[in-house]
């Protein structure tokens, strides 16, 4: 159906996930291609289609975009999910960078060799619960707001809440001493287009396994 | 909302004291950079500053014991460098730090389409500049091996996506016919390719036109020339304070 936003990555998280939230998050139907085999990757290669030969990719209001940040950046700024001016912008932009940094850890975990997947564990639980949970924990704690940044609705809020489920899926009870976010989980998981993509049968993708891990290593030579 | 002059916590952190001490750290109201004496992550950040022709200052991490007082005195959000005070912000965070000064000083191109592809240009500049950056810290074995692997993707990956655009468009600028973050970005990683191996551009005609175009312009042409804040490329020494300084390895 043309004007939907198509999304080309593998049926998987990876990099792509974050970009799902915030479509979903902003209530944005969207469509997805799924790269299965190197076969779909050469092709969208070489048809030109992907400016770093690298996905994800986003077909969206005539472009194709790529480059995670990009695509969030510009999906945030045309949904009102951006701030409502430079500062607020900063902050945003500062708070992402830090749960993107802790869901980059994450996500690599599953491409770790087995033997180091337990320090690594241990790496995720130390950095989640000492550098970036208490910041957010305490931006929420100093002015008493439901939302992360300018007492409304936005990017960040949406980022954060994945990260937190993301780093609960490693260890459930990481957010045992940040009552805050429990409540700001709580609170941001029931919003009508947030809790529609938490239920089943949405777009959002499992945690990755070995057959998807496979499949990726072998589309994308990792 | 904040009530009366105090700020509490964390936003102290980013947003700074009390009015008394909003400029805790520049007395001259000029942006004030803290990050180890080297080019690093916050090379992109003296460039875009340089280009914009906002002067600044710095101060020079070379103690663990100023990074462990920086992070005791929380005046770091996430306990990390770069961390540059401006207007009233402890901002962290590179990318962060990059937009928010490409947004002030006109540099973000006009309107979200034009800004998406600063931020598509930017995120490619920025991986091939990473794969660079870290090129000093990792064991001698893998730098033999990993210095080939980045020309190579200099060579087929990234310079051809940018003498594409320009040579789509025909304009002197990669995005709306005008400076933006992203010539400031793409020309910083030509030169830091062209240190590891300078006749990376010969087939890229385009490239090496743009090149001498926005080293021309002012501001560029003078952060270029010695004297400047423009940090060279990393050295031993450099390499060994920093590992000391974080602790790593």
Not at chain 1, 106 to 124: C, W
Not at chain 2, 191 to 220: A, D, H, W, Y
Request: contains cysteine; glycine residues 8%; hydrophobic residues 40%.
């Amino acid at each position: 159906m043309p004007g939907k936003p198509k999304l080309h990555y593998a049926n998987g998280r990876g990099k792509m996930e974050s970009i799902r939230w915030l479509l979903a998050a902003a209530g944005v139907e969207f469509e997805e291609q799924f790269i299965e085999t190197k076969e779909d990757l050469e092709k969208l290669r070489s048809d030109g289609l992907l400016l770093f030969q690298q996905v994800p990719m986003v077909e969206i209001d005539g472009m194709k975009m790529v480059q995670t940040r990009a695509i969030l950046s510009y999906l945030a700024a045309k949904y009102n999910l951006y701030g409502k001016d430079l500062k607020e912008r900063a902050l945003i932009d500062m708070y992402v960078e830090g749960t993107t940094d802790l869901m980059g850890i994450i996500m690599y975990l599953p491409f770790q060799p087995p033997e180091a997947k337990e320090k690594n564990l241990a790496l995720i639980t130390d950095k989640a619960t000492t550098r970036y949970f208490p910041v957010y924990e305490k931006v929420l704690k100093d002015h008493g707001q439901d939302y992360l940044v300018g007492n409304h609705f936005t990017w960040a809020d949406v980022h954060l809440l994945e990260a937190i489920l993301m780093a609960e899926e490693c260890k459930s009870d990481i957010l045992s001493k940040f009552p805050l976010l429990q409540a700001f989980k709580g609170r941001i998981s029931n919003i009508p287009t947030i809790k529609k993509f938490l239920q089943p049968g949405s777009q959002r993708k499992p945690p990755p396994d070995e057959k998807y891990i496979a499949q990726v290593k072998q589309t994308f030579n990792v | 909302m904040l009530q009366g002059t105090h700020t509490p916590g964390v936003l102290r952190k980013v947003f700074g004291g009390t009015h008394r001490n909003l400029k805790r750290g520049s007395m001259s109201g000029k942006p004030k950079l803290t990050y180890f004496n080297g080019r690093g992550r916050m090379e992109s950040i003296r460039w875009l500053l340089a280009a914009a022709g906002v002067e600044f200052e710095e101060d020079f991490l070379e103690t663990r014991e100023q990074y462990l007082k920086l992070i005791q005195d929380g005046h770091l959000l996430f306990d990390q460098v770069p961390l540059v005070e401006i207007d009233g912000m402890k901002m962290v965070q590179t990318k962060a730090i990059l937009s928010y000064i490409a947004g002030k000083h006109n540099l973000y191109g006009k309107g979200l389409k034009e800004r998406a592809f600063i931020d598509t240009y930017v995120e490619g500049t920025t991986d091939l500049m990473q794969m660079i950056l870290t090129l000093p810290f990792s064991p001698p074995e893998a730098k033999k091996k990993n210095l080939p692997l980045i020309i190579e993707k200099a060579k087929n990956r990234y310079f051809p996506a940018y003498e594409k655009a320009l040579k789509q468009h025909g304009q002197g600028f990669l995005v709306g016919n005008q400076l933006s973050w992203a010539d400031v970005h793409l020309l910083e990683a030509i030169l830091m390719v062209e240190e590891k191996e300078p006749t990376v551009l010969s087939e890229f005609p385009l490239l090496q036109g743009f090149k001498t175009r926005i080293s021309n312009m002012p501001t560029i042409k003078k952060f270029l020339q010695p004297g400047s804040q423009r940090k060279p490329q990393p050295d031993d020494k450099y390499v060994a304070t920093v590992m000391k300084i974080l602790k790593e390895g």
